[in-house]
């Protein structure tokens, strides 16, 4: 039986650092354990909330219900052909240490993801991207444990109907899977994805032959730290708001009114801004409200140096959404969930 910790201090479970108790808390290493805890809630009538690196949440108060802290561990080769391995990654697992693992056994594609805080499991929730690479596109597929039933099911790459830091387990089956594990086809000859442009840059004057996954993750690595806050020093949850995409009609007035702004092409009709540009267009960067501040090297990511409150920090995203509505006419989405 795992042990159910009440009246539980969250702040070193959250990388954004925000003091706030859990009514009870509970780490999980297996699937029974995991079924046990889930047990607990319904019995005692507990609303929850599953935590993995506590990466991408903000904790607005104390949570009252049971946090269950996904702590399964182990890495398993399931298949091979001549081109791929099929991994499968238990989802309490770290997400760097995986990228790690892999680079380490000449396992390759995850290598742009690198220094991704928080956990495997988590990570197929929101399709984690960056530097040109999603993880939809290295997901085989996926086991989840059905909240209420218990059950174990295995979900498809297309079952879970990844989109841009959006899939399945955020709408139409949100709060209803618990992921369990997450099984990777990854490639036995390295697969360079160079197309981000400051990464491209890193590489320039090197033939693409020449350069390896490790040289990738290693780039990665640079320029991540260049531009955004070690959570381990500056509590931070990344990006606090997704790019925003808008129709092209939009864009095209906004573009006449602002010819830097930057953005990138998605469909025909539609284009993702750089909410980024637009909180630092609008004056923020660099700004601190009530402890709560917009880092100065990415307007996209708000810190929390002083580990005020989870209300603190969203008091400073809303004057944030509403003065980027006011300049720009554009809707920012937070990216963090927020609880309770
Ligand atoms: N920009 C500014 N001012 C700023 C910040 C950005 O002008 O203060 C401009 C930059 O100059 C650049 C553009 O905005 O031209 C985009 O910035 P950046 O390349 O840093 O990427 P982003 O679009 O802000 C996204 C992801 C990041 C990911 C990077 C790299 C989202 C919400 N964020 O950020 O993901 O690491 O691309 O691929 O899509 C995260 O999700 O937590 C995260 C860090």
């Known amino acids: 039986m795992p042990l159910f910790l009440p009246q539980f201090n969250l702040q070193k479970f959250n990388t954004l650092a925000v003091p706030a108790l ?10 029974d354990e995991l079924r046990e805890a889930l047990a607990f809630a319904r019995t005692e009538n507990l609303p929850l909330l599953l935590l993995g690196g ?11 219900g049971l946090v269950v802290h996904i702590k399964s561990q182990g890495r398993e080769v399931v298949a091979e052909n001549d081109d791929y391995v099929w991994l499968k990654v238990a989802a309490g697992e770290n997400w ?20 991704i805080p928080g956990s495997v499991g988590a990570a197929p929730i929101q399709n984690i991207g960056a530097y040109g690479v999603e993880i939809k596109e290295l997901v085989a597929e996926l086991s989840a444990l059905n909240i209420r039933s218990g059950l174990s099911v295995t979900f498809t790459n297309e079952s879970c109907r990844f989109a841009y830091r959006d899939s399945i387990f955020k709408q139409a ?3 209803q899977y618990v992921i369990t594990s997450v099984t990777f086809r ?9 197309t981000y442009p400051a990464l491209g840059a890193a590489f320039a004057d090197i033939v693409e032959a020449e350069i390896t996954p490790q040289q990738v993750s290693a780039a990665v690595i640079r320029i991540r730290q260049s531009k955004l806050p070690d959570p381990a020093i500056i509590p931070n949850v990344g990006s606090f708001f997704k790019n925003p995409v808008i129709a092209h009609t939009q864009f095209n007035n906004l573009k006449a009114r602002h ?4 953005a990138y092409p998605v469909s025909e009709n539609q284009i993702k801004l ?5 909180i630092d267009k609008a004056g923020w960067r660099g700004k601190e409200v009530g402890g709560a501040v917009v880092h100065a090297q990415q307007a996209l990511v708000l810190t929390n140096p002083l580990k005020v409150s989870g209300a603190a920090v969203l008091e400073l995203a809303e004057l944030i959404k509403q003065s980027v509505l006011e300049q720009f006419s554009v809707i920012l989405e937070m990216e963090p969930r927020t609880y309770p």
């Open 186 to 194: 990854l490639h036995k000859q390295p697969n360079l994805n160079l």
């Open 274 to 278: 750089a909410a980024g540009w637009l």
């Open 96 to 115: 760097h240490q995986l990228v790690e693992y892999s680079l380490d056994n000449a396992l390759y594609g995850l290598e742009n993801l690198s220094l």
């Open 22 to 31: 859990a009514q009870y808390f509970v780490s999980v290493k297996s699937d």
């Open 54 to 64: 506590g990466s991408n949440i903000v904790l607005r108060d104390d949570f009252p």
């Open 173 to 175: 089956l949100k709060d």
């Open 259 to 262: 010819p830097d702004i930057v």
